[in-house]
């Protein structure tokens, strides 16, 4: 006779919504399948087009090509440019070479670089806050003549930033920061410059807020937080971070179910599970299917606020 099944824990999933693809995400890949429906096999795209390793594989399998700098590109190839967007020198040196080129970078991104451009021409002295090296914060200060823009990380580079006339000063922001982060740093900028000229809106764009918002809403009562996100994706890095400030007993980044590790949940009862901008869906269904392999899986979704937004793509590929 044989032994009776034991029963599988129960362990209940808290999902959070908004999570995964934003906007500008779902643009920029788009403007990749797209392109290659278009243009047929292989197109070339500048840097990785969002920051996920599954969407980029995918892509791969597709027909893009990704690459680092323009000089790496065919002139006959379309290339495209990532949603982290460029400096200006890019789309400069592609018209130079006669590329076709198509410019998937976000457009709250492209809104920044707007924004630092207006406060260059206004005169003002600007402090970019980011961190060195993203491809974003290349970009929006490529958008300048070296030495315009002045990169603030912390709160100590904004106690030690000395400016040519701190009456005439601007700052703008990385858009995948955290809210939290970026507060201190602003405040202790205001603090020091009064009069420092400030964006129309928040620079961190509304996917950013709002999946932030969404892991606050379940952290407390997570025992374990699961990101779905690359280790490059500064959004995903942001949410882990969000999370255990906010009371999740333990966080973690994860590219795909095969990240799991069965010892975290040893004593857990609640799993909180998200995904940063730049992640499909269908790595989160693939933790809820692993976990469920498991253990007896209830799935709660906790919604902190609906997203609407959409962005246009070129012209050129829905003609």
């Not at 362990?11 to 890949?29: E, H, M, S």
């Not at 797209?34 to 599954?54: C, L």
């Not at 709002?210 to 952290?219: D, G, M, S, W, Y």
């Amino acid at each position: 006779m044989n032994a009776p099944v034991a029963p599988r824990r129960p362990l209940k999933v808290l999902l959070a919504a908004p999570r995964g693809f934003c906007a500008g995400v779902d643009r920029a890949i788009q403007i990749v399948e797209r392109a290659i429906e278009k243009y047929g096999a292989p197109v070339y795209v500048r840097h990785e087009i969002v920051h996920n390793r599954y969407v980029v594989e995918r892509l791969r399998a597709m027909g893009a090509v990704f690459v680092e700098e323009l000089d790496e590109c065919p002139v006959d190839r379309p290339v495209v440019f990532s949603a982290h967007g460029v400096p200006k020198s890019v789309p400069a040196e592609a018209r130079a070479r006669q590329m076709l080129y198509l410019d998937a970078t976000c457009p709250l991104v492209s809104k920044v670089h707007v924004e630092a451009q207006r406060h260059y021409e206004a005169g003002r002295e600007i402090v970019l806050i980011g961190h060195a090296g993203h491809p974003e914060v290349v970009g929006t200060m490529g958008q300048l003549p070296d030495g315009a823009v002045t990169l603030i990380e912390t709160v100590a580079d904004a106690m030690a930033f000395t400016p040519r006339d701190p009456s005439n000063v601007a700052f703008a922001t990385q858009t995948t920061l955290s809210v939290e982060d970026t507060s201190e740093i602003v405040e202790a900028l205001r603090a020091r410059f009064p009069a420092i000229a400030a964006p129309h809106k928040d620079d961190i764009c509304y996917a950013t807020t709002n999946r932030q918002e969404a892991v606050k809403t379940i952290a407390e009562a997570s025992d374990v937080l699961l990101v779905l996100g690359s280790a490059n994706s500064s959004n995903s890095l942001r949410l882990v971070e969000v999370g255990r400030r906010s009371g999740a007993g333990q966080a973690h980044l994860i590219d795909d179910a095969s990240g799991l590790d069965l010892s975290w949940f040893e004593t857990a009862r609640t799993v909180g599970v998200t995904a940063g901008a730049s992640a499909p869906e269908v790595l989160v269904q693939g933790v809820i299917d692993k976990l469920a392999e498991v253990f007896d899986v209830e799935v709660e979704e906790v919604a902190a606020r609906e997203e609407t937004v959409s962005f246009k793509l070129p012209r050129v590929l829905v003609a």
